[in-house]
């Protein structure tokens, strides 16, 4: 370590202004040299001084004579399973505006943060008990040194896991809703709840379809499963448990994260439906449908305008089928841009929706059952 007289006069200044350890003297100097703790750093400078290192440092509050305490307090709070790890440190007031107050007083410009050299050296304390390393970029669990509630806290980060699913059943949400017992997420969460003993679990879809209308082509998902105990899963044997509900079907299962989550819910991939319509009166004109496809102008549906906001929409409507299947009922087959309203597109909602099946046809339509039958998607698909 080269130290200059400039290094020196300010070690001589900090050490006059605080009676500093080691460690947090060694720390103002930090990005002078590399290769060093900041104990040995300061061991030096206190050694070319001719100075003794004091019994007791006011602004570390010998913190890291007692790091030994907190590895095994963050040991006896490991109690679950996990690969990897990284420290995390909560400075209290005090200490935080010590540090700041030096900085001020001294002008120092090599300094590192004192959480940074807490989180360094109690990791290296904890990587040899745990046998564990740690892992600076995606943590399984981070453990949290909370210097003001003076106690171990530990971050756990949440397992995600990929794969399609298919809603094979009318009448139950995609996501939780305390309108319903049960929810698409709800039945492919539970066996991952049970494996990993987690403390919640969110569902990212790409989109999602009504309560009644079923789901017949793969939609991409992502799973959460939130502060879980265990990492270990078999992904098969999950795909069976979920599989024989009879209720939702699940397939390309597989680990994934955070970020295949943003990337998921920024998909909007045109999907195509099937539906069922009832007609007030007999069915005449058909090939009138052809009209719907093109630009259509959509304002909320009047029946989410409690919780929606009440906005027009444009969606394009790509190709459309049709099919006469009773005296007052026809099944249609339109495939259109994301976002766009299939029942509203039949009924027209009272006007909000135009054009639409029932005013190109002067016959007031609804919707019986609706199905999507492909999402044109190809992410994570298997061949």
């Not at 900041?38 to 509050?61: H, Q, T, V, Y």
């Not at 200490?95 to 120092?108: D, F, H, I, N, P």
């Not at 049970?194 to 009504?210: I, S």
Request: charged share 35%; glycine share 6%; net charge positive.
């Amino acid at each position: 370590m080269k130290l200059t007289q400039q290094h020196l006069k300010l070690a001589k200044q900090i050490i006059r202004k605080r009676k500093l350890c080691n460690n947090c003297l060694g720390r103002q100097f930090a990005q002078v040299s590399t290769g060093l703790t900041n104990r040995k750093r300061g061991e030096l400078i206190r050694k070319a001084l001719g100075e003794l290192e004091p019994k007791s440092c006011p602004l570390c509050k010998n913190l890291f004579k007692g790091l030994e305490k907190w590895a095994k307090k963050a040991e006896a709070e490991l109690k679950i399973h996990f690969k990897t790890f990284l420290v995390g440190t909560k400075l209290s007031p005090e200490l935080a505006e010590s540090e700041q107050s030096l900085w001020k007083e001294t002008g120092v410009k090599w300094c590192e943060p004192l959480k940074s050299e807490l989180n360094r050296e109690l990791g290296k304390l904890l990587e040899p008990k745990l046998k564990k390393p740690v892992d600076k970029e995606t943590p399984d669990v981070v453990v949290i040194l909370n210097l003001n509630s003076e106690r171990i806290e530990l971050s756990i980060t949440p397992l995600f896991f990929f794969g399609g699913y298919k809603k094979l059943i009318r009448g139950i949400p995609q996501t939780k809703w305390k309108m319903y017992p049960e929810s698409v997420e709800d039945i492919i969460a539970r066996p991952f709840m049970a494996a990993t003993k987690g403390k919640g679990h969110a569902l990212h879809g790409v989109g999602r379809e009504d309560i009644d209308a079923r789901c017949l082509d793969w939609r991409p998902f992502v799973l959460e499963i939130k502060k879980p105990k265990s990492r270990s899963v078999s992904l098969p044997e999950m795909r069976k448990i979920i599989n024989k509900s009879g209720k939702v079907n699940v397939k390309d299962l597989r680990p994934s994260n955070k970020k295949e989550v943003i990337k998921l819910k920024a998909l909007r991939p045109d999907k195509s439906y099937r539906a069922l319509v009832a007609f007030e009166k007999p069915v005449k004109g058909l090939e009138r449908l052809k009209n719907l496809k093109g630009l259509i102008k959509q304002r909320t549906p009047a029946r989410v305008l409690h919780r929606r906001a009440d906005l027009l929409r444009k969606r394009l409507v790509k190709s459309i089928k049709w099919k006469k299947t009773g005296q007052k009922e026809a099944v249609l087959e339109v495939k259109g841009e994301a976002g766009l309203y299939i029942k509203e597109l039949v009924s027209g909602d009272m006007g909000r929706t135009k054009p639409s099946a029932a005013k190109l046809l002067d016959n007031p339509a609804k919707v019986k059952e609706l199905d999507v039958i492909k999402i044109w998607s190809r992410y994570g698909k298997s061949k």
